[in-house]
């Protein structure tokens, strides 16, 4: 049958995000890994680029149910840990997807041996970001 491919975008409307951060007693940033905040904090708008980064972690996680569709999820949307959806830089600023622990598991269970490809824009008040998902 060869390699099926399963896409997944997601928009992230900045102002609103910035907002989520900036309220008191937050834990949205828990959902990044000390990588993704490091490298958020060398960029000159930290909350713009996490925009970025949220938005690939989603649309990896709706290429992933696309790929189930007619199927059950492979693991309940409130146990998906996004630290474990890691968007991992090259030092050219390009951006790949590295699964580890229980995410890893679950998509590998579920599907087998993935690869992805990512893309992220930012455009005035908007993240955008596109993860196609192929079955190996």
Same mark, same amino acid.
């Given at each position: 049958?060869?390699?099926?491919?399963?896409?997944?975008?997601?928009?992230?409307?900045?102002?609103?995000?910035?907002?989520?951060?900036?309220?008191?007693?937050?834990?949205?940033?828990?959902?990044?890994?000390?990588?993704?905040?490091?490298? $958020?904090?060398?960029?000159?708008?930290?909350?713009?680029?996490?925009?970025?980064?949220? $938005?690939?972690?989603?649309?990896?996680?709706? +290429?992933?149910?696309? $790929?189930?569709?007619?199927?059950?999820?492979?693991?309940?949307?409130?146990?998906?840990?996004?630290?474990?959806?890691?968007?991992?830089?090259?030092?050219?600023?390009?951006?790949?997807?590295?699964?580890?622990?229980?995410? +890893?598991? +679950?998509? $590998?269970?579920?599907?087998?041996?993935?690869?992805?490809?990512?893309?992220?824009?930012?455009?005035?008040?908007?993240?955008?970001?596109?993860?196609?998902?192929?079955?190996?």
């Amino acid at each position: 049958m060869g390699h099926m491919h399963y896409i997944g975008v997601d928009i992230v409307h900045v102002p609103g995000f910035r907002e989520q951060l900036g309220m008191p007693g937050s834990r949205f940033e828990e959902n990044f890994t000390a990588l993704e905040l490091r490298v $958020a904090g060398q960029r000159p708008d930290r909350v713009l680029h996490l925009a970025g980064r949220w $938005a690939a972690k989603e649309a990896f996680i709706k +290429a992933w149910s696309q $790929a189930l569709y007619g199927r059950p999820p492979a693991m309940s949307p409130d146990l998906v840990d996004f630290r474990e959806i890691v968007i991992q830089p090259d030092r050219w600023g390009r951006v790949a997807v590295e699964l580890r622990g229980d995410v +890893a598991r +679950a998509v $590998a269970e579920s599907l087998g041996e993935v690869s992805t490809s990512l893309s992220i824009s930012h455009d005035g008040d908007v993240a955008v970001a596109t993860c196609l998902l192929t079955k190996v």
